[in-house]
């Protein structure tokens, strides 16, 4: 298949900058953590993405079978990061509206961009063991993000807080074997991998479809690190931080501004000072 282009990939994204900045114990612990609140998009979205996405049944198709049989698995993996949220004191009260100008902000916009790009990469690949490239190739990022620093932020919050964490943890990376969770007992893997024929233009495909997949990661963790750096675990969300608006949230408010015009009533309207309407 493309097992060695998938081991090439992860020796490079172990280097990722956001790796070493969580490895760094000298950054405060809570400057490192403060980017939970960042991975919501997508944690959401992958949930759905296993679902709607790529989850086809019924099929008489062996690979297709095993990738439904994983989309049970992953697509109940968010309940971790709600609990998380909650255990880890990330459970502020927001106003519904401000709770969608966070999710929609261009500080998660990384987020969020992920969230696109796999569903629409995925949806593109209508054969199945191509759509086993994009799930393993998936699965090696993940593992690979969990040991390369947030089991060990997980592991640094539980000494603080003194509370356990899920889905950044040991507990996750155990459940994650690296590659498709569908009965294959651990060191099966590459036997079975190695057994799949793909045809020349499939090969092609398959390498593709692993650089690409990584790639939308290391956007993704890139923007987690410029997120995280500008914030703080206690007070996560930009408006509590008093980070600046950025131009999007000004461009966003001034159109909220001028939207207030439009609920008043016509009445109310016409009283008002002339450069209010
Ligand atoms: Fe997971
Ligand atoms: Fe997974």
Same mark, same amino acid.
């Given at each position: ?8 990939k ?24 403060s ?15 296993n679902a ?18 994983h ?5 109940? #993996? ?7 949220? *909650? ?5 502020? $009260?927001?106003r519904? =509206? /401000? &709770? ?15 969230s ?25 990022t993940?593992?690979?993000?969990l040991?390369?620093g947030?089991?060990q ?13 899920l889905y ?6 155990r459940?994650?074997?690296? #590659? ?7 060191? *099966? ?5 190695? $057994?799949?024929q793909? =045809? /020349? &233009?499939q090969r092609?495909?398959?390498f ?17 690190l410029a ?13 509590g ?9 000004f ?7 001028d939207l207030d ?17």
């Amino acid at each position: 298949m493309c097992w060695s282009s998938l081991k090439k990939k992860r020796q490079e994204f172990i280097h990722l900058p956001f790796f070493k900045f969580l490895q760094n114990r000298s950054i405060d612990l809570k400057k490192r953590a403060s980017g939970i609140p960042f991975w919501a998009h997508f944690v959401m979205s992958f949930k759905d993405l296993n679902a709607y996405v790529l989850r086809e049944e019924p099929t008489t198709d062996p690979i297709q079978v095993m990738i439904n049989q994983h989309t049970y698995e992953d697509a109940s #993996h968010w309940v971790w990061y709600v609990k998380d949220l *909650d255990v880890l004191g990330i459970d502020y $009260s927001l106003r519904f =509206t /401000d &709770a969608l100008r966070f999710l929609w902000s261009e500080e998660t916009q990384r987020a969020r961009q992920l969230s696109y790009d796999l569903l629409r990469l995925c949806a593109s690949q209508t054969e199945p063991v191509l759509r086993l490239v994009i799930v393993e190739a998936i699965e090696a990022t993940g593992t690979t993000a969990l040991s390369e620093g947030l089991v060990q932020l997980s592991q640094e919050l539980q000494e603080l807080t003194h509370k356990r964490s899920l889905y950044f943890s040991d507990h996750h990376l155990r459940v994650e074997t690296g #590659h498709i969770q569908a009965g294959l007992e651990n060191g *099966d893997e590459e036997q079975f991998f190695g $057994s799949i024929q793909l =045809t /020349d &233009a499939q090969r092609i495909k398959a390498f593709e479809l692993v650089e690409t997949v990584f790639e939308y990661f290391t956007r993704f963790y890139d923007g987690l690190l410029a997120y995280s750096q500008k914030h703080y675990l206690d007070c996560p969300f930009p408006k509590g931080y008093g980070v600046p608006q950025s131009e999007a949230e000004f461009a966003h408010s001034e159109i909220a501004g001028d939207l207030d015009s439009l609920y008043l009533e016509p009445q109310l309207l016409a009283q008002q000072p002339a450069g209010r309407k």
